[in-house]
């Protein structure tokens, strides 16, 4: 699943001199549940595509396929069986071999299977709540240490990480 995260996170942009706001690019696979977060300026169809090259490395590969909301910068008009997807977003698409299938209208916010797994992300933008960012690569740095800690941290009732699980169930499953 991909989308943009609902919050935005507030940094000082020295380029401006004043406070700004960022969007979250967030991926999520669906056994594991590991997460890929990055800030972005924008949600422009640039900081859209950079958003999946980018998580795409993180993981070590691509999913066979992806869901995204029916977001502006990605999709056109959606349709589970012939979606219109934006003519970049569908040339990155066939360039890495995967599928994007949009989440119909009244499934949109739910996920594949009727859960947002999007929502974790909120986690990580929890850890940064209480924190003066004072340049966007600081909110760059602050947002992996705390990708990092949410995808290494135990498991609710479980010893294992998203990490683990996704090295033992889902990394072999990705195209490369």
């Given at each position: 699943?991909v989308d943009?995260?609902g919050?935005r996170?507030?940094f000082?942009?020295?380029?401006?001199?004043?406070?700004s706001?960022?969007?979250l690019f967030?991926?999520v696979l669906?056994?594991?549940?590991?997460?890929?977060?990055?800030?972005f300026?924008?949600?422009k169809?640039p900081?859209?595509i950079?958003?999946?090259?980018?998580?795409?490395q993180?993981?070590?590969?691509?999913p066979?396929?992806g869901?995204?909301d029916?977001?502006?910068?990605?999709?056109?008009r959606?349709?589970?069986y012939?979606?219109?997807?934006?003519?970049t977003?569908?040339?990155?698409?066939?360039?890495y071999?995967?599928v994007?299938l949009p989440?119909?209208?009244?499934?949109?916010?739910?996920?594949?299977r009727?859960?947002?797994?999007?929502?974790f992300?909120?986690?990580?933008?929890?850890?940064l709540?209480?924190?003066?960012?004072l340049?966007?690569?600081?909110?760059?740095?602050?947002?992996?240490?705390?990708?990092?800690?949410v995808?290494?941290?135990?498991?609710?009732g479980?010893?294992e990480?998203?990490?683990t699980s996704f090295?033992?169930?889902?990394?072999?499953?990705l195209?490369?």
């Amino acid at each position: 699943e991909v989308d943009w995260a609902g919050a935005r996170i507030a940094f000082f942009d020295a380029e401006s001199g004043k406070m700004s706001q960022a969007s979250l690019f967030v991926a999520v696979l669906p056994c594991s549940g590991i997460i890929y977060a990055e800030p972005f300026r924008d949600q422009k169809l640039p900081s859209w595509i950079t958003g999946h090259v980018n998580a795409f490395q993180y993981f070590g590969g691509v999913p066979q396929d992806g869901y995204p909301d029916n977001l502006k910068s990605g999709v056109k008009r959606s349709d589970f069986y012939e979606p219109d997807l934006n003519r970049t977003y569908q040339e990155m698409a066939a360039y890495y071999g995967t599928v994007i299938l949009p989440l119909e209208p009244q499934t949109q916010g739910q996920g594949v299977r009727g859960k947002r797994r999007i929502d974790f992300v909120v986690k990580i933008i929890a850890k940064l709540r209480n924190i003066r960012i004072l340049s966007f690569p600081d909110l760059q740095q602050h947002v992996r240490t705390a990708l990092e800690h949410v995808n290494s941290a135990p498991l609710t009732g479980k010893s294992e990480s998203r990490w683990t699980s996704f090295l033992a169930e889902e990394k072999d499953f990705l195209l490369p």
